[in-house]
T-cell receptor
């Protein structure tokens, strides 16, 4: 079915280490993917996005990798900081057939950064 | 930096009552959305809105729900007769015409139906 899921529900890392958060999607028609960070009591905050015609995209301390062959998405955070502690969601968008492109969210991975 | 704002931050209501959740999208954005997140669950799409009409809606968005853009800045979600299961965080989001899929979210309204 159409779903976006996460391999690891929780991830604990040491401050300064790199973090990798994974996401699997099931709909090969999805053409846009986005990562959000959600801190407690706040709304999802845009981190980085990637279109299906790309394999990799880099931002400030973050990199998103897309493997369309296995329908896998990952978010890499370099030099993880305590402020990175949050729940991270991947979401997919299937903007085709006249759809205005609602986002389909995964369950989320909780990232905890130990000082 | 422009951001989506929502009011109120918290709303407690009795079952059967009407509630209106308010959002002010980012000023130059043209696409507007409502999502909800039941505690501990995924963020779920409710409805998208463009050019003063609903573009798309999910199965959740039944006849109890309605949206409106009453003026040039506000975007509202009305629940006519709230049910216990409507208790959730409700997020408004908006996006612009250059990158419609890149949706920016507000801080949410926590709705509790008693």
């Amino acid at each position: 079915g159409e779903s976006v899921g996460l391999h690891l529900p929780t991830l604990s890392v040491q401050e300064g280490d790199n973090s990798i958060i994974n996401c699997a999607y099931s709909n090969s028609a999805s053409d846009y993917f986005i990562w959000y960070k959600q801190e407690s009591g706040k709304g999802p905050q845009f981190i980085i996005d990637i279109r299906s015609n790309m394999d990799k995209r880099q931002g400030q301390r973050v990199t998103v990798l897309l493997n369309k062959t296995v329908k896998h998405l990952s978010l890499q955070i370099a030099a993880t900081q305590p402020g990175d502690s949050a729940v991270y969601f991947c979401a997919e968008n299937m903007n085709y057939g006249g759809s205005q492109g609602n986002l389909i969210f995964g369950k989320g991975t909780k990232l905890s950064v130990k000082p | 930096e422009p951001e989506v704002t929502q009011t109120p931050s918290h709303q407690v209501t009795q079952m059967g009552q009407e509630v209106i959740l308010r959002c002010v999208p980012i000023s130059n954005h043209l696409y507007f959305y409502w999502y909800r997140q039941i505690l501990g669950q995924k963020v779920e799409f409710l409805v998208s809105f463009y050019n003063n009409e609903i573009s798309e809606k999910s199965e959740i968005f039944d006849d109890q729900f309605s949206v409106e853009r009453p003026d040039g800045s506000n975007f509202t979600l009305k629940i006519r007769s709230t049910k216990l299961e409507d208790s959730a965080m409700y997020f408004c989001a908006s996006s612009d015409w250059t990158s419609q899929e890149t949706q920016y979210f507000g801080p949410g309204t926590r709705l509790l139906v008693l």
